[in-house]
């Protein structure tokens, strides 16, 4: 009978580790939890609390691979969107290249074109801080030897109490025998669980204190780390949109600009619609005017100018001081009349 008392307690302790393995291993965090107290109020508080900073630090952990994958995401995105955007400003660059360059469209896709490469420069810039700047640092804490040294001391402890536990529960069994049956054997076998007990409690102080400060500190490093990287992070995805708002602002200003100049320039007249007689006023200009081009007739105020044509675009071509040209309308004022006559006449 005590045979089979024997061999049933020994199944039932292969069974209970059989069973702490299985829930360390598909439900455990690595620091199994336990409502029971072990040695004291101070230590089941230490137990409490290095229960918390495991899961703490676990999740730390997760939240900074989370944060790599992301980064490892965007990176490959914003290469392939290089890679597309340099092909855009090749595609541009070459139209404006082989077309006239008096055309509009010809001229806004060289400029897009030549923006377009310093924009994707911008991003690879990014790309490179992304990676330098918060994915090394991070995966450098996730691997790094802090946090495994600091949760295998955890381990350690959790591991400590559940013998405590284990022992104490015998201890426990023990008294009893001794009470029923007090003699030596008995006695001894207690009083060498007991001491035992005392040597497991003093460890489980020194390891409890070795592993709280451990896992304390990483999760403060976890902490900062991974704020610092996560503003790194903000910072640099402002300054990339900012300076890509700049350059695409300058951009569309230049394409603005050569639009309006385009639509707005001296008519081109050619010689087969000008009559041989032409009507001729004298013109005083009232306001300065520099000339942007060749076709076009610098003025100062108080020149006189030799109007020889008005286009109803808002510019006219006329003559002053020995040189000809196209200038706004507007910027003269009609003083006398010249009578019509075959050839252009003198300069004033």
């Not at 690595?30 to 999740?59: F, N, P």
């Not at 426990?172 to 409690?201: C, G, I």
Request: aromatic share 6%.
């Amino acid at each position: 009978m005590d045979a089979l008392r024997k061999q049933a307690s020994k199944f039932k302790v292969q069974v209970a580790k059989q069973q702490q393995a299985v829930i360390k291993q598909f439900g455990g965090t690595g620091y199994e939890s336990s409502d029971v107290m072990v040695i004291d109020e101070a230590e089941m508080q230490r137990h409490q609390q290095l229960e918390k900073l495991y899961r703490s630090t676990r999740a730390g952990r997760e939240f900074q691979k989370d944060i790599v994958k992301a980064g490892e995401v965007f990176t490959a995105i914003g290469y392939r969107h290089i890679e597309t955007g340099n092909k855009l400003s090749e595609d541009c660059c070459n139209y404006g290249a082989n077309n006239n360059n008096e055309n509009i469209l010809a001229k806004a896709s060289s400029i897009y074109g030549d923006a377009r490469k310093h924009v994707e420069k911008e991003q690879e810039d990014l790309i490179k801080l992304l990676s330098s700047q918060i994915l090394d640092p991070l995966r450098a804490m996730i691997t790094g030897p802090p946090l495994e040294d600091a949760r295998n001391l955890a381990q350690r402890y959790s591991r400590m109490r559940q013998e405590a536990e284990s022992l104490a529960a015998e201890i426990s069994r023990r008294r009893a025998r001794v009470r029923e049956f007090s003699n030596p054997e008995n006695v001894a076998k207690l009083h060498a669980s007991e001491a035992k007990m005392q040597e497991l409690k003093a460890n489980m102080a020194v390891l409890g204190k070795e592993a709280s400060a451990a896992l304390a500190a990483v999760e403060a490093q976890q902490q900062r780390l991974t704020l610092q990287r996560l503003v790194a992070m903000v910072e640099g995805e402002k300054t990339y949109h900012l300076r890509v708002a700049a350059i695409l602002g300058e951009v569309e200003t230049e394409m603005v600009t050569e639009k309006q100049r385009k639509e707005s320039a001296p008519p081109l007249i050619s010689s087969e619609n000008h009559p041989e007689k032409s009507s001729f006023f004298l013109a005083e200009a009232v306001h300065s005017f520099s000339a942007a081009s060749e076709k076009e007739l610098s003025l100062s105020v108080g020149d006189y100018v030799v109007v020889r044509k008005v286009s109803p675009s808002g510019w006219s071509e006329g003559e002053c001081k020995g040189r000809a040209g196209w200038f706004p309308s507007s910027y003269v004022e009609k003083r006398q009349r010249i009578p019509t006559m075959n050839t252009v006449p003198e300069a004033v």
